[in-house]
């Protein structure tokens, strides 16, 4: 990645010259309709102020929506958001091969490091077999998020995540613990927390961060789909003072799945804030459009038409998306990771990121990967939704291995 410095006044002045055409100018957005559906009115009101909520024990005043970095390439987009008022960020060290922190890391440092929090994860254990692993060592985890601060060019982090828990425990590994509790004590991680997909593990381990003291933040998987079990658990942590980050919030973004005149996109993210126990969601997003639509789901009653929208999109997408209830994790002879696969087809058919995809599935240990289902004379998934999961499988397969 090139890290000359970014000219911010330049970048400003050339895109308003190119979205000035397209009737998006840069200080005077209207909530426009981006992942499909009618444009909006010629007097269509300008974007609401951002909301701005306590997030948890850490007493960071977060904005309501935040900005997932993990696919951004392009740097100007982070201007664009600060400039609307998102002033939380959440990257990771395996994005981009840290190429995403870097950005991060360059453009905050040009804005002003103390206007924005940052926050970033790291994997402590190993994804192709975790049930089986250990985690590194403390001089391996120190020497990663050394690194990582390197990276972001600053010398602590707001939020430090362990990332991706897929077995319930991990978080209180005493390897782990030790870890987290001397990066607090350092300074470098002001608060830490942890992030979690998987629904094999996903109430115990939020139950469990919720009484552990060390914790301060959990980033879930969280969505209109939500099992009820989910929510619950969620709702018991915050209740515990621990801060609940969305991610995840507008179910894979399937841009082939809109609605003429709805943009269910802005609807599932409206409905996600509205939850009294969110702090702040972090939509993935990489252009100024997406940033726009977004910011325009603050300070708005989800409402009749959002709930329709929200009933049509799923109804469209309800044969590809995994909705993570976790039912159908005993139902496999094979015992392969079918929520990671699901998560990898989200990526490529929603998200439309192939490498994103092929990179969560080449992370699979090859017993944990859909290759047994090609020679499964007699599969034994069922889900509970619908999905022709074997089939889903198998095109998985054939389309990352």
């Given amino acids: 990645m090139d890290e000359k410095k970014i000219n911010r006044r330049k970048f400003l002045t050339d895109s308003s010259l190119k979205l000035?055409?397209?009737?998006?100018?840069?200080?005077?957005?209207?909530?426009?309709?981006?992942?499909?559906?009618?444009?909006?009115?010629?007097?269509?009101?300008?974007?609401?102020?951002?909301?701005?909520?306590?997030?948890?024990?850490?007493?960071?005043?977060?904005?309501?929506?935040?900005?997932?970095?993990?696919?951004?390439?392009?740097?100007?987009?982070?201007?664009?958001?600060?400039?609307?008022g998102i002033n939380y960020f959440d990257t990771a060290e395996s994005y981009q091969n840290g190429n995403n922190e870097r950005m991060l890391g360059t453009v905050l440092k040009q804005y002003g490091r103390k206007k924005a929090?940052?926050?970033?994860?790291?994997?402590?254990?190993?994804?192709?077999?975790?049930?089986?692993?250990?985690?590194?060592?403390?001089?391996?985890?120190?020497?990663?998020?050394?690194?990582?601060?390197?990276?972001?060019?600053?010398?602590?982090?707001?939020?430090?995540?362990?990332?991706?828990?897929?077995?319930?425990?991990?978080?209180?590994?005493?390897?782990?613990?030790?870890?987290?509790?001397k990066i607090k004590k350092d300074g470098k991680a002001r608060f830490v927390g942890i992030s979690i997909h998987d629904p094999r593990c996903y109430v115990d381990v939020v139950n469990q961060v919720a009484t552990a003291k060390v914790y301060d933040v959990i980033l879930a998987w969280f969505n209109f789909k939500s099992p009820p079990e989910y929510i619950e658990a969620l709702k018991r942590a915050a209740k515990a003072n621990v801060g609940i980050i969305a991610m995840k919030t507008q179910a894979g973004g399937y841009p082939d799945a809109a609605?003429?005149?709805?943009?269910?996109?802005q609807a599932a993210l409206r409905w996600a804030l509205q939850q009294p126990y969110v702090s702040c969601a972090i939509p993935g997003m990489v252009n100024i459009e997406q940033v726009v639509e977004n910011v325009g789901a603050v300070e708005k009653k989800i409402g009749?038409?959002?709930?329709?929208?929200?009933?049509?999109?799923?109804?469209?997408?309800?044969?590809?998306?995994?909705?993570?209830?976790?039912q159908c994790a005993e139902t496999c002879s094979n015992k392969i990771d079918v929520y990671a696969i699901n998560r990898a087809l989200m990526y490529c058919e929603g998200y439309k990121d192939f490498e994103q995809g092929r990179q969560t599935y080449r992370e699979l240990a090859s017993s944990r990967n859909a290759r047994a289902c090609l020679s499964c004379s007699s599969p034994t998934f069922t889900c509970a939704n619908g999905m022709q999961i074997c089939e889903r499988m198998r095109y998985a397969h054939s389309l990352f291995a």
């Fill in 20 to 84: 000035a055409g397209a009737g998006l100018l840069l200080n005077q957005f209207a909530a426009r309709v981006v992942f499909g559906g009618d444009q909006p009115a010629a007097n269509q009101k300008l974007l609401p102020a951002m909301e701005y909520r306590v997030l948890g024990k850490t007493g960071l005043k977060v904005s309501a929506v935040s900005f997932g970095v993990m696919r951004l390439t392009e740097p100007a987009v982070l201007f664009k958001a600060l400039d609307l």
């Fill in 117 to 181: 929090f940052i926050a970033t994860k790291i994997h402590p254990f190993d994804l192709k077999e975790p049930e089986k692993s250990q985690p590194k060592d403390r001089k391996t985890l120190n020497a990663l998020f050394d690194k990582c601060l390197e990276r972001l060019q600053t010398d602590y982090v707001d939020v430090f995540f362990i990332h991706n828990i897929m077995v319930a425990g991990q978080q209180t590994h005493e390897e782990v613990l030790a870890f987290v509790e």
């Fill in 259 to 265: 609605t003429a005149g709805i943009s269910p996109q």
């Fill in 304 to 326: 009749w038409r959002d709930r329709k929208s929200l009933h049509c999109y799923y109804a469209a997408i309800k044969d590809k998306y995994c909705i993570m209830c976790g």
